[in-house]
């Protein structure tokens, strides 16, 4: 992912930062340190610079001051849109957290809402919804009198969704990424929500899919069971994850997105009153020239008597 865009409001700290970055991509990490930091010598409030002041540290083998960095971060901006926490996470310098935070998620998407389908599907070989299209059809072929599309973005399941589905609503963290949705006129509702705190006041619903969205989520249990509340008896639960190659239930990778275990799935799903009927292992993207491997899971709530 390149850095976040944001201007310091300084016209000479923005010309050192934008220098920093040259630097900083020409692998002179401690060179493009030094320059940040007069940059922030100017503008001590910028949190973004000093997220970024961090990376380079890092980058130059000081995760100490990359660490120092951070936590001002952190500091100068509780919510983190930046994701400082979780770098300092994953050094060790913070304690684990179960999922990524909210305000750092939506403002990962509004940035690349525009340019997420091309590089998603075009750079990234990204199969998801195609997969997910193809279980839930052999799962229960037909149709589905409602589906809610959580964590919906661009819209890529909902094409895949609208000719199975009579009513078709999505929802999702980002603004930006549903008016890329809403151009693409598949859905009967849009609607800007956080999966974590979900609420739905319509009927229930026949099929709900969740693609590509737990990768931001490490504990699953209390989601899973707020899904099973929206849904119909004998209605299907299609979702993703990235699979966990490692022991454990859940681990944040180095790329800031969670990976899942085989087992844990099992156990959240059977916790939430499901039953499994597909777990598929494939490739669901590429990362860096990798193949990153995921599971395509379809589960069922059980018929009502």
Same mark, same amino acid.
């Given at each position: 992912?390149?850095?976040?865009?944001?201007?310091?409001?300084?016209?000479?700290?923005?010309?050192?930062?934008?220098?920093?970055?040259?630097?900083?991509?020409?692998?002179?990490?401690?060179?493009?340190?030094?320059?940040?930091?007069?940059?922030?010598?100017?503008?001590?409030?910028?949190?973004?610079?000093? @997220?970024?002041?961090?990376?380079?540290?890092?980058?130059?083998? &000081? $995760?100490?001051?990359?660490?120092?960095?951070?936590?001002?971060?952190?500091?100068?901006?509780?919510?983190?849109?930046?994701?400082?926490?979780?770098?300092?996470?994953?050094?060790?310098?913070?304690?684990?957290?179960?999922?990524?935070?909210?305000?750092?998620?939506?403002?990962?998407?509004?940035?690349? &809402?525009?340019?997420?389908?091309?590089?998603?599907?075009?750079?990234?070989?990204?199969?998801?919804?195609?997969?997910?299209?193809?279980?839930?059809?052999?799962?229960?072929?037909?149709? @589905?009198?409602?589906?809610?599309?959580?964590?919906?973005?661009?819209?890529?399941?909902?094409?895949?969704?609208? $000719?199975?589905?009579? !009513?078709?609503? *999505?929802?999702?963290?980002?603004?930006?990424?549903?008016?890329?949705? !809403?151009?693409?006129?598949?859905?009967?509702?849009?609607?800007?929500?956080?999966?974590?705190?979900?609420?739905?006041?319509?009927?229930?619903?026949?099929? #709900?899919?969740?693609?590509?969205? @737990?990768?931001?989520?490490?504990?699953?249990?209390?989601?899973?069971?707020?899904?099973? *509340?929206?849904?119909?008896?004998?209605?299907?639960?299609? @979702?993703?994850?990235?699979?966990? &190659?490692?022991?454990?239930?859940?681990?944040?990778?180095?790329?800031?997105?969670?990976?899942?275990?085989?087992?844990?799935?099992?156990?959240?799903?059977?916790?939430?009153?499901?039953?499994?009927?597909?777990?598929?292992?494939?490739?669901?993207?590429?990362?860096?020239?990798?193949? #990153?491997? *995921?599971?395509?899971?379809?589960? *069922?709530?059980?018929?009502?008597?």
């Amino acid at each position: 992912m390149k850095p976040l865009q944001a201007s310091s409001g300084d016209l000479n700290a923005d010309r050192r930062a934008d220098y920093a970055e040259m630097l900083h991509a020409d692998g002179d990490h401690a060179a493009a340190v030094e320059l940040l930091l007069g940059a922030l010598e100017l503008t001590p409030q910028w949190a973004m610079g000093w @997220f970024r002041l961090g990376e380079m540290q890092q980058a130059a083998g &000081a $995760p100490d001051l990359a660490a120092q960095a951070w936590t001002v971060s952190l500091q100068l901006d509780p919510t983190d849109r930046q994701g400082a926490a979780l770098n300092l996470q994953l050094i060790g310098k913070a304690p684990r957290t179960d999922a990524l935070p909210s305000a750092f998620v939506e403002t990962l998407f509004d940035h690349y &809402a525009e340019s997420f389908d091309e590089s998603l599907v075009d750079r990234l070989g990204y199969r998801l919804p195609e997969l997910l299209d193809q279980a839930i059809r052999t799962a229960r072929p037909g149709r @589905f009198p409602l589906a809610l599309d959580l964590g919906c973005g661009t819209g890529l399941m909902g094409q895949r969704l609208r $000719p199975i589905a009579d !009513r078709l609503e *999505g929802y999702d963290i980002s603004a930006r990424m549903l008016k890329q949705a !809403r151009a693409k006129g598949v859905y009967d509702v849009l609607g800007k929500a956080d999966l974590r705190d979900f609420s739905y006041a319509g009927p229930k619903a026949d099929l #709900v899919t969740v693609a590509d969205v @737990f990768i931001y989520v490490g504990a699953l249990d209390s989601v899973v069971k707020s899904i099973a *509340g929206l849904l119909a008896r004998d209605g299907l639960f299609a @979702f993703s994850v990235e699979s966990l &190659a490692g022991t454990g239930d859940f681990v944040l990778q180095p790329s800031r997105r969670y990976a899942h275990s085989q087992h844990y799935v099992r156990d959240v799903l059977a916790a939430g009153g499901f039953s499994i009927l597909s777990l598929e292992t494939t490739v669901i993207r590429q990362d860096r020239r990798e193949p #990153v491997d *995921g599971l395509v899971v379809v589960a *069922g709530k059980p018929p009502a008597g």
